[in-house]
């Protein structure tokens, strides 16, 4: 999947239209929204302030995409610390900065993170099934992890063991896919 | 499905010495892991957001002519988008703008130069200041929360304080403003209670009583001659349980004398407490802390201000305090327990500050000036009060919504601003000004003030606030000697007003109309003494309006079986109606005798204010008179009493006066 329209691929450096520049970095925001914590309503709205503030600038000028990306980020971080004093229930504890650092790492590749998914579906096929199993119950029931250990019939710690053993192989497997769609064969 | 992906997620299972740096990868992952099992995905909003772009360029072209910046743009709000931040806080911002700059040429416009002049001086000299439920409402100070407000009327100058030294209540801008003609005449009989000691008892007396004759003549209304010294001690006795002796009647000086024994102090102190908080209270340590008080002459602005700040103290077993009572932070709000948030923000706002905040919990008043508190300014008392009703509120949010529909968060005032909001309460105008309020209606049984919005009689006869100033600047002169301010109310020319002809019990049956009338205006303009005696309890009242109102109609049978009953018949106990030999006129009357004896409004007197018609319906104008009575709703006794009342063919403006006799507080 590339969301890379055909002239940034190539290289060359064009502005892109409203609509363009929407489709092209609106995953990326949402999910840098959700890395800060919004839940998933609030990073909606928050994605939509943050293109229509961006996009009332008359003096906005695409000089890249991937500088065009981080400003679209520092716009959504702004915004979400006016949010957050307003309704003071979002604490932000790191710096713009250091969350772009991880940003980049994960995302970075394609500025929207959707790569990054596309390679971590594929690599859960590589888990096996009691490590799923682990991680569905956290990440879609939400399930404690004493609990996990009791459906699995191992402990608390084992259950943490398993998931951190899930998660690293993941890492590893995501990694490895990300580098490859970055280097050519 | 987890949703929400905090970096703090307490499931987090990383190995505990891992960096922030894999904390927040951990968190990345977390959150893809998410969705690659289904969670929230990111939506496709591109429609979405070229839509508000186009709408916002359609709608506010010609507004933003002229400008490069477009986010000045608020107009369009498609309905995903929710949280609405700038565009909120901008159009907020004009309003409050245009709102200030209306109000900045208003005062320009009217206040003359002495006055301001005089404002500057006081707010150049008077650097403590006591701004009342004002300062819990502004909150500019609050540099945390840029969040939108309503547009803030202009306020009046902080009060002075009275221990302040180079404060002289002679330059007061409200005196300046208020004082009537007559009132210019008087002699100056303000002091600090710092400069000296107050004025003698009998000249604050006989001033008081000056204004009261001018009052009058304004109205053009002869006061009743003076009643016998006998009736008034009787009364004394009957309604606030003192013994004071015959000779002493009309002699404010002797009179502070007399209420200061024991057992009349005792009496006081259980009176006034009640009309503090506007019910009975069996808070023992508040009545004996209220007596030592009275004993000492001095410093009922102290102990009130201690009553508003939060404390630990755990009540004794005497108390007889429930768990819901202990959680409240402030003995004043223990003691007013139980309350809802709004009879706490209304009665507060009442004593301590002196302001009637009864309809801005929905709605601003219309068309009342800049000095009366808005709905933002409500809610922001509100706030302020909520965590010390309900620690468990701290630190939450308040929102209300406002008449055309928009959620509004609440400005609480920082934690600063209460504690100086309590502390500034020693000495505060404000707050001598809210006790004096409560002396006068727990003597004369009538409100000291009215609005235009209220129910209680015409406007133009309520008491002018002059009338009761030098009471005020006396009470802060003697160090808020609540007695001496008492004794001055016990000798005053309204106390010694007797009943006019009309209310006799002669005059109640030969009297027309007209004489009638008359005399109701005399006694609503306190230049006579009414005869009724109202029952202190509402239960009471309650009972007495059903004596009125209800026929003996069976129990089980309904209100049904009563409202088919032709106007006036009455039912046996076997549901028939009673034929006219069958019926017991002794019974009725002695009935009717109880009924007059209260007061209950046998005919309509009072002007219904013209709001109360333009409400959709019955119901809703009931409630509404609720809500001039400091409660929410009326219970279901008394709303079916008003229902019942209007089947029978009764005028609506009657149906509310009498649901005001039942309802209408104490204090």
Request: proline letters at 7%.
């Amino acid at each position: 999947m590339n969301w890379w329209p055909e002239t940034q691929a190539n290289g060359c450096v064009s502005e892109l239209s409203p609509a363009e520049l929407v489709v092209r970095h609106q995953d990326g925001i949402w999910r840098y929204l959700r890395l800060l914590g919004c839940d998933a309503a609030t990073a909606d709205d928050l994605t939509q302030e943050t293109f229509l503030r961006v996009l009332r600038r008359d003096n906005f000028v695409q000089h890249s995409d991937e500088a065009t990306s981080e400003y679209l980020r520092r716009t959504a971080y702004n915004l979400l610390v006016s949010y957050h004093r307003k309704f003071g229930r979002i604490h932000l504890s790191d710096s713009p900065e250091l969350l772009d650092e991880s940003w980049q790492r994960w995302a970075g590749k394609d500025l929207t993170g959707n790569e990054t998914v596309e390679a971590l579906r594929e690599c859960m096929e590589s888990l096996t099934e009691r490590a799923r199993d682990a991680l569905a119950m956290r990440f879609v029931h939400n399930t404690p992890r004493v609990k996990i250990g009791e459906n699995l019939g191992i402990s608390d710690h084992g259950a943490r063991n398993l998931m951190q053993r899930a998660k690293a192989q993941l890492r590893d497997c995501v990694e490895e896919k990300l580098r490859a769609i970055t280097q050519p064969s | 499905m987890n949703t929400n992906p905090s970096p703090a997620d307490p499931h987090n299972e990383g190995p505990e010495n891992q960096g922030s740096d894999s904390l927040r990868d951990d968190a990345m992952l977390d959150l893809l892991l998410q969705e690659a099992f289904g969670g929230p995905t990111p939506p496709d909003q591109t429609g979405i957001i070229l839509q508000r772009l186009a709408d916002e360029d359609e709608g506010s072209h010609t507004k933003r002519t002229g400008s490069k910046n477009g986010s000045v743009s608020a107009t369009s709000q498609p309905s995903k988008y929710t949280s609405k931040l700038s565009i909120v806080t901008l159009l907020i911002g004009t309003a409050a703008a245009l709102l200030l700059s209306v109000g900045i040429a208003v005062g320009l416009k009217y206040r003359s130069d002495l006055a301001l002049q005089a404002q500057a001086e006081e707010a150049a000299q008077n650097a403590p200041t006591v701004p009342g439920p004002a300062p819990l409402v502004e909150n500019e100070g609050n540099g945390t929360s840029p969040q939108p407000k309503s547009a803030p009327r202009e306020r009046r100058q902080p009060i002075e304080l009275a221990g302040n030294p180079s404060s002289n209540n002679a330059d007061d801008p409200g005196s300046l403003t208020d004082a009537s003609p007559e009132s210019l005449d008087q002699p100056t009989i303000q002091h600090d209670r710092n400069s000296g000691s107050p004025p003698p008892i009998t000249l604050v007396s006989k001033t008081v009583d000056t204004r009261w004759q001018s009052h009058w003549k304004r109205l053009g209304i002869s006061p009743t001659p003076s009643r016998d010294n006998e009736s008034i001690r009787q009364e004394l006795a009957d309604r606030l349980g003192i013994e004071v002796p015959a000779d002493a009647i009309g002699d404010a000086a002797a009179i502070r004398v007399a209420i200061q024994k024991p057992s009349n102090r005792q009496a006081i102190s259980n009176r006034l407490l009640a009309s503090f908080l506007g019910k009975n209270s069996q808070n023992e340590n508040a009545t004996k802390s209220l007596s030592e008080v009275l004993k000492s002459g001095t410093g009922a602005d102290r102990l009130i201000a201690s009553w508003m700040r939060p404390s630990q103290t755990t009540p004794k077993a005497g108390d007889q305090a429930s768990d819901s009572k202990t959680s409240a932070a402030t003995p004043w709000i223990r003691m007013l327990q139980p309350a809802d948030l709004h009879e706490v923000t209304v009665k507060t706002a009442a004593l301590t500050n002196h302001q009637d905040l009864r309809c801005q919990r929905c709605h601003d008043v219309p068309n009342a000036g800049d000095e009366v508190p808005t709905q933002a300014d409500y809610w922001s008392v509100a706030a302020g009060l909520a965590p010390l009703l309900n620690p468990s509120r701290a630190g939450k949010d308040l929102f209300y919504d406002t008449l055309d529909g928009r959620r509004q968060l609440a400005s609480p005032p920082t934690e600063e601003q209460s504690k100086a909001w309590s502390k500034d309460l020693v000495g505060s105008r404000e707050l001598a000004k809210g006790i004096v309020s409560t002396l006068f209606t727990m003597v004369h049984d009538s409100p000291s003030t009215t609005s235009p919005f209220d129910l209680s009689v015409a406007s133009a006869a309520s008491v002018p606030p002059e009338t009761l100033r030098p009471l005020v600047d006396d009470l802060i002169a003697s160090d808020f000697d609540v007695l001496r301010c008492l004794s001055i109310l016990l000798s005053d020319a309204v106390m010694t007003r007797s009943v006019p002809e009309a209310m006799s019990p002669q005059g109640i049956v030969v009297a027309d109309d007209e004489q009638w009338s008359n005399a109701v205006s005399a006694v609503h303009a306190m230049a006579a003494r009414s005869p009724f005696r109202r029952p202190e309890s509402v239960q009471r009242r309650l009972q007495v309006a059903q004596l009125d109102a209800k026929p003996n109609w069976p129990a089980g049978s309904g209100r049904d079986a009563l409202l088919a009953q032709p106007l006036g018949s009455e039912m046996t106990t076997d549901g028939s109606a009673s034929g006219s030999g069958d019926r017991r006129p002794d019974k009725n009357r002695d009935r009717k005798t109880v009924v007059a004896s209260t007061g209950y409004p046998m005919r309509s007197s009072m002007i219904v204010p013209a709001w109360i018609s333009r409400l959709p319906d019955f119901d809703s104008r009931l409630d509404h008179v609720a809500h001039l009575a400091g409660q929410l709703k009326l219970n279901t006794a008394q709303r079916e009493l008003a229902h019942q009342a209007l089947a029978s063919g009764d005028d609506e403006a009657l149906i509310f006066e009498r649901l005001w006799w039942i309802i209408r507080p104490n204090s």
